[in-house]
């Protein structure tokens, strides 16, 4: 297919993905931080219940289109849609569209001072006005989901690193958001607790959770994605499912990547 080496081109190739109606929608966003074009005319569909796994450079751009869909970081142009509706770019409308976004950062920010249940149910409770008896029920049933139920009265310092970033995906699915997005969620953990945290995002992704992920695990990229994008110098250069992104990528900076970071 012609499209598949052309930079921009948006649309999912795995047809599996492409079952539900488009959920975040970027529309040519351009981002600079000083002289520096971080993101360089993006456009990118995500469906809903698609996986899509954003991998690249240092300094590629991916973690700042992260960002971008909940509006941590502003857009110099373009737009950005979830559910139809543009990012407002500050006030009540902000607020109410980020509570549909959940996010889990590189960096854990549990409050310290309150237990692995409290911090679960802070926003449910905060933002959304519900009731404390329906939060804390969600939020046991979603620590249990993640391995961490027996951990419910302990503060964030007893726990370990991948303990921790568990309670912080929990705390995102408390807000029964319509996509979730991870930061490079893994990268500030110690080697054997990787994995405990790839395999709750693997269950999720197996359920039908909207999910953009910019992570250099590859093994997830394989088994999760329904759809890889790879940026470099701030553009989308490339997208493919995962079968065909890792044995036969298209663009020659792609080819160069791989050929640097994995082992045959």
């Known amino acids: 297919m012609a499209t598949e080496t052309e930079p921009m081109a948006s649309e999912p190739t795995n047809p599996a ?9 970027l529309e040519n966003v351009n ?3 000083g002289p520096l074009h971080v993101l360089q005319d993006i456009n990118l569909s995500v469906r809903t219940g698609e996986v899509v796994v954003v991998i690249g450079p240092s300094g590629s751009g991916k973690s700042t289109l992260c960002r971008t869909i909940n509006r941590l970081e502003p ?6 849609t979830v559910s139809g509706e543009v990012l407002p770019e500050e006030g009540k409308g902000l607020a109410r569209l980020r509570s549909e976004v959940g996010m889990v950062f590189q960096s854990f920010n549990l409050f310290a001072h309150k237990t692995i249940l409290e911090n679960v ?4 409770i905060k933002v959304r006005k519900e009731k404390s008896a329906v939060v804390r029920e ?22 370990s690193g991948g303990q921790q970033q568990r309670v912080a995906i929990a705390r995102a699915l408390a807000m029964q958001p319509k ?3 991870f930061d490079e969620p893994t990268s500030a953990l110690d080697p054997e607790m990787i994995n405990e945290v790839l395999d ?3 269950s999720l992704a197996g359920d039908g959770m909207t999910m953009i992920v910019v992570t250099h695990e590859m093994g997830f990229a394989r088994r999760a994605a329904n759809r890889v994008v790879f940026m470099a110098d701030g553009q989308i250069v490339e997208q493919n499912t995962p079968e065909e992104f890792f044995t036969n990528p298209q663009s020659e900076r792609a080819q ?3 050929s640097k970071i994995l082992t045959h």
């Open 138 to 159: 969600r939020a046991m049933a979603l620590l249990t989901r993640v391995g961490v139920a027996n951990q419910a009265d302990k503060y964030p310092a007893q726990l």
């Open 17 to 25: 993905a492409a079952t539900g109606d488009p959920l975040v929608v």
């Open 121 to 124: 149910m802070l926003g449910p």
């Open 31 to 33: 981002k600079h931080f």
């Open 256 to 258: 160069d990547f791989l």
């Open 200 to 202: 709750v995002m693997t």
């Open 179 to 181: 996509v979730m997005l």
């Open 75 to 80: 857009i110099d142009s373009g737009t950005i």
